[in-house]
Every structure is written in C-alpha cells, then in structure tokens.
Nanobody, 130 residues
Framework: QVHLVESGGGLVQPGGSLTLSCARE????????LAWFRQAPGAEREFVAA????????YYADSVKGRFTIAKDDAKKTLSLQMNSLKPEDTAVYYC???????????????????????WGKGTLVTVSL
C-alpha cells in the first residue's frame, strides 16, 4: 500500500511560480514510478509529469514542458512539482500518483495515463488568476 498526501496548492497570479509537494508513505518494497496529474473544472483528469522509480528519467506533457519540473527525494519520501510561468489554463486540482511501471523508457513512448497508476492522493487545488 502507498499513501500519498499533496500540499502546496493555492492562488497565484499568471506568470508566477508555485511548488507542489507530495508526501509518500509506503508499506512495501515495490519500486514505484511517481507522477502528477491534474483535473481542470469540467474536464477529465490529464497527465502532467512523471519520474521513474530510480529518478533517472522524467517525462512531461507537452503543455507543461519547459515550465514544470518534477523531482523526488527518496530520503524524505517526497515528490515535488516546481511550476513556473503559470497560466490561467494551469488552474486545476493536482494529484500525486504512484504506479508499478516496469519499463519506464518503453512506456513513455506511448504516453503515461491514469491506467498506469495504482495509488492516488486526494489532490491540491491550484488557481492561476489575477
């Protein structure tokens, strides 16, 4: 079992920055890839960014590439999402997720979706507005 708790959401102006964190509690020794997804009002949940269990590979949605950075600290058991140059269309509830992705490099060739994730946090709201 993996328990995930997001924090760091809030209101930020367009062009601003925000860092989300996800605290991870894990009761097994599985090696999980970690990811961020988001769900805007009235929209389906979509993939944002992912990092392999080793931390050696990252993968981003085109909409956030160059603006967002995913990272993890295994010692602190945390996952982060640094978000820069935020836009109103980044407004959403952001979810942290963990999944057993055996071959990360192969999986990202066709993309990462909700079906790859096994555990989810409850989300944190990010609002980008004046």
């Amino acid at each position: 079992q993996v328990h995930l708790v997001e924090s760091g959401g809030g209101l930020v102006q367009p062009g601003g920055s925000l860092t989300l964190s996800c605290a991870r509690e894990q009761r097994n020794s599985n090696n999980y890839a970690l990811a961020w997804f988001r769900q805007a009002p009235g929209a389906e949940r979509e993939f944002v960014a992912a990092i392999s269990w080793s931390g050696g590979r990252t993968y981003y949605a085109d909409s956030v590439k160059g603006r967002f950075t995913i990272a993890k600290d295994d010692a602190k058991k945390t996952l982060s999402l640094q978000m820069n140059s935020l836009k109103p269309e980044d407004t959403a509830v952001y979810y942290c997720a963990a999944g057993l992705i055996r071959d990360f490099a192969k999986t990202i060739r066709t993309g990462i979706s909700e079906s790859h994730m096994d555990f989810w946090g409850k989300g944190t709201l990010v609002t980008v507005s004046l």
